[in-house]
């Protein structure tokens, strides 16, 4: 992180994520205040010696701190000042129910994260996630639990943040970021990345189930604006509503009518052309497995004369077959006992315990 902004972001991505119904109600008072908190707590422990603590696991263990030592530590570091001020105001005139409706809401969602296993894998240092860095290029692979995905989903939605921020920059290596399940996690600035990634070589993909699943999670106004600004769409079968906004965005072409009428003595066939979808909803929610309609953008340099597609995926079934079969699972990089993880869990507890202890002592 450069600046605060940086963790202003970060914070605002993990606290959305963690509760999901805020996403809707940002610029409130609840939901502002423990962005504000944890912020100062992310950049207090990225001041102090020069970040050495500054990792999410010791964020937690710092907001557990009684308030009178842990505003006396926040008041140490000056550039957070303008961020702890309504806290400690709060504090000192003893409205102690607006302080715990502030900072409780804050601490319930981290605790969420409160666990010695996502205690020790983010603690760790083991890689930047510069991922187009031309020096050390990297590919980076991040997987959801199902059954756990309300909680590893705010781990996932930060380090997709500041994978964001690392690569989308002027003169990196070329680079795709390929989200699938993309509803499953909330990333803050989707749109300028789509907006801005491709003259930085960026790629960004975004695979979703259904746009109502993304209307649910973002928003109704964030995903029309997701949906609205992509220029590559390649969709599967999907039905309703969905299928339907895809036929407009799809758009009309000239077709040819021929209508017969048949009668005692005569018949009469008549043809017309008249503007109709060029793929009418009802074909997208007839598609086979393996079939994809959509449309793809062009360049100056580069045009497409047919841009909207209806085609078939042609794989070769038995050779991929026989490829899965001799697929080896990939090696653990280290094995890790249950001991090194409760040791860590607790190491992180007393460095935070000798960090408070020893700036009150200064103070």
């Known amino acids: 992180m450069i600046d605060i902004t940086d963790a202003i972001e970060s914070v605002r991505t993990i606290m959305l994520e963690l509760n999901r119904e805020c996403i809707k109600k940002q610029g409130d008072f609840f939901v502002e205040s423990p962005i504000n908190f944890v912020t100062a707590l992310i950049w207090f422990l990225k001041k102090y010696e020069g970040g050495k603590y500054c990792t999410l696991p010791h ?36 409205a102690y129910e607006q302080l715990e409706g502030q900072i409780a809401s804050a601490k319930i969602s981290l605790a969420r994260l409160s666990s010695p296993q996502l205690y020790y894998v983010l603690s760790g240092n083991d890689f930047s996630l510069d991922i187009n860095n031309p020096e050390d ?22 380090y997709v943040n500041r994978i964001n921020k690392l690569v989308n920059r002027k003169n ?5 970021l390929i989200f699938d399940e993309f509803p499953t996690i909330y990333f803050n600035g989707i749109d300028n990345l789509i907006a801005t990634a491709r003259s930085n070589k960026v790629a960004v993909t975004l695979a979703v189930q259904d746009y109502s699943q993304l209307k649910k999670d973002y928003g109704r106004e964030q995903a029309e604006v997701i949906m609205n600004i992509v220029g590559n769409i390649i969709c599967g079968q999907v039905t309703g509503d969905t299928a339907k906004q895809l036929s407009e965005c799809f758009g009309k072409i000239n077709q040819q009518k021929e209508s017969v009428s048949i009668n005692s003595s005569d018949t009469s066939i008549s043809r017309s052309m008249q503007l109709d979808y060029a793929i009418p909803a009802s074909k997208i929610a007839g598609l086979s497995s393996g079939e994809f309609v959509g449309m793809v953008a062009d360049d100056p340099t580069n045009k497409i004369e047919l841009k909207t597609f209806h085609c078939q995926i042609q794989n070769d079934h038995e050779a991929i077959s026989r ?26 507890k007393e460095d935070v315990k000798g960090l408070v202890e020893m700036i009150i002592i200064q103070q």
């Open 137 to 158: 290029p990297k590919v980076v692979c991040l997987a959801n639990n199902p059954q756990k995905s309300q909680v590893y989903g705010a781990v996932l939605s930060l």
């Open 59 to 94: 964020v937690i263990e710092l907001s557990l701190v009684v308030y009178k030592e842990l505003f006396t530590v926040l008041e140490s570091e000056s550039e957070i000042e303008v961020l702890i001020n309504p806290f400690i105001s709060a504090w000192r005139n003893e």
């Open 323 to 348: 490829e899965e079969n001799i697929y080896s699972e990939i090696p653990a990089a280290r094995t890790v006992t249950q001991t090194e993880i409760l040791m860590n869990y607790q190491r992180i």
């Open 172 to 176: 990196p290596r070329k680079c795709s």
